[in-house]
């Protein structure tokens, strides 16, 4: 294949900035129905509130077997309720494919949890570089005053379970309780 130009990544603040490659996405309050434990909440906020944001760089097509995919994520402050701003959270569709995250900005936690619905949380502050085993959802969840950024390497034949969590969610949820973090059983 012809060598892809290298992407510039500006590791202050995590963002590949306005390359033409990057294919972008966001998540807004109003597309996170029943995501939060309070829907009531949720939807009665402006839906048009950014939960996150994600850049993604992707060389190869979609499925490609031995291929990788780079990312940048932002998730942004806030709370749904007392529960704090999180992405979605996935499986990947192969099971067996694993994932990298590293920190650039902010604090957080990272929400891990096998196919048995153990969960653990792994604390997210710059440079912390996580990695996600096989057959491992995983969930990054906010807890600071300013946004999380992340960059991500991932198999591009791992492709995205999202439906196992839309249905059942992770068996922990991390709330704001007394202006602290509460990792709180779910389950
Ligand atoms: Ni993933």
């Not at 085993?133 to 992340?150: I, M």
Request: charge should be negative; proline fraction near 5%; aromatic fraction near 8%.
């Amino acid at each position: 294949m012809e060598l892809p130009k290298p992407m510039v990544i500006d590791l202050r603040i995590g963002s590949m900035g306005e390359d033409a490659r990057i294919e972008r996405a966001t998540r807004t309050i109003g597309q996170m129905e029943h995501v939060f434990l309070d829907e009531r909440a949720r939807s009665l906020m402006e839906a048009e509130t950014q939960v996150y944001s994600v850049e993604c760089w992707r060389p190869v097509a979609e499925g490609t077997e031995g291929g990788l995919y780079w990312g940048s994520s932002t998730v942004y402050p806030g709370v749904v309720g007392e529960e704090y701003f999180m992405t979605r959270g996935h499986f990947h569709a192969r099971r067996n494919r694993a994932e990298y995250y590293s920190t650039i900005c902010g604090s957080g936690l990272l929400v891990l949890m096998d196919d048995q619905r153990r969960a653990s949380v792994q604390e997210m502050r710059p440079g912390t570089t996580h990695y996600i085993p096989n057959e491992t959802a995983h969930r990054v969840v906010n807890t600071g005053d300013v946004p999380l950024r992340f960059l991500a390497c991932w198999p591009s034949d791992a492709g995205h379970d999202y439906a196992t969590i839309d249905d059942r969610g992770f068996s922990v949820r991390v709330m704001r309780r007394g202006g602290h973090p509460e990792v709180v059983a779910q389950p």
